[in-house]
């Protein structure tokens, strides 16, 4: 491969200070105290994917959704998925689900005093926040999932799926890499995907833009977050929720429970790219038509993947709108670039 690669570097110091409020298994929570005093909207726990490190939702001060969430008087908790050892290579869906997440979500209960929490759930992240939602709709409160993918499917056969994970046990971080940074795998080509994927077109000159430079090295920095996955979860998600279809046909088995969509009865928002190359919003908009909620409602966000986490129109008008919906009063939102809303 030509060029200076992206590499592999430990997490940098956090934007948002944070408590470890409980650690289990493959997942340590973290909890970051309110910027204020507590408002009406449920404790929200923010569920990140798998396969790269959380802190490009608390990537810079004003490019944070944690802080965004905080500053509206939300209690925000975050997954901090921990990369998994040898031994965790047979650790699947029953494991992350009915162990690691379920137990974090006790707990936020426990110390909130309350019955029911906001789920909002990131990429894959979406999916184990929807698969969560399904089995445990009664401590469910409002669910949001941003870039889920629903109706997509691998580039590699569900056999393939399940022979990685017989080879390599878990999942290296190198495959991992190749498969999603395949666009930034050289370092000179960054400014310009992140200025398209953020739709700031001066994020191409950082060289001579000090705010463009840091959004460009803190990016730089998490593109080389890869982390490994564990094996028998990509065989069960990537060869069997996506591969066979098992999620999009609620078919998917969480140890001897089935993950029935329509189970899913609280508000939800399903929030798409507009020009997300990863998870086009095609593959997502389906989603609500298959829950049991008569409050369920698709945001197409003009932006690219990474955008609707770190871009700074989304920051100024999608999660003060998410926000605001957490509440329960989104009505709309104040800016000119309001979230496009479809009920597709």
Not at 116 to 129: D, K, P, Q, S
Request: glycine share 8%; charged share 25%; proline share 8%.
């Amino acid at each position: 491969m030509a060029g200076e690669t992206i590499a592999r570097v430990a997490d940098p110091p956090p934007t948002t200070p944070f408590d470890v409020a409980y650690e289990s298994g493959s997942l340590r929570l973290r909890y970051y105290r309110p910027e204020q005093g507590p408002g009406r909207a449920p404790p929200v726990l923010l569920v990140y994917s798998l396969f790269k490190r959380p802190y490009v939702l608390d990537l810079l001060p004003d490019r944070s959704v944690v802080r965004s969430l905080l500053r509206q008087g939300c209690s925000v908790y975050l997954t901090d998925w921990l990369p998994p050892r040898s031994e965790d290579a047979s650790r699947g869906l029953q494991d992350y689900i009915e162990s690691d997440l379920a137990r974090a979500v006790d707990c936020m209960r426990r110390r909130e005093g309350v019955d029911r929490i906001a789920l909002v759930g990131a990429c894959l992240g979406g999916f184990l926040a929807a698969v969560y939602a399904a089995l445990n709709p009664a401590h469910i409160e409002r669910l949001v999932v941003f870039a889920l993918p629903f109706e997509s499917r691998p580039l590699f056969a569900p056999a393939a799926a399940e022979y990685l994970a017989r080879l390599y046990g878990n999942i290296p971080a190198w495959w991992i890499r190749i498969g999603l940074n395949a666009r930034v795998t050289n370092r000179r080509d960054l400014p310009a995907y992140v200025a398209a994927e953020l739709g700031e077109p001066e994020l191409a000159e950082a060289d001579t833009r000090p705010e463009a430079d840091a959004v460009q090295r803190a990016l730089e920095t998490w593109f080389g977050s890869d982390v490994p996955f564990a094996g028998r979860l990509f065989a069960e998600v990537m060869g069997g929720a996506y591969g066979r279809n098992q999620f999009a046909t609620s078919q998917v088995l969480v140890g001897d429970r089935r993950v029935d969509l329509a189970e899913i009865r609280c508000p939800v928002l399903n929030i798409c790219a507009e020009r997300d190359r990863l998870v086009p919003p095609e593959e997502s908009t389906s989603f609500i038509r298959h829950l049991g909620s008569s409050d369920a409602t698709n945001i197409v966000f003009s932006c690219g993947h990474l955008g609707l986490m770190v871009s700074r129109n989304a920051h100024e008008n999608l999660w003060p709108f998410v926000g605001r919906w957490l509440y329960g009063k989104a009505a709309g939102s104040t800016s000119a670039e309001a979230p496009r809303i479809s009920t597709a």
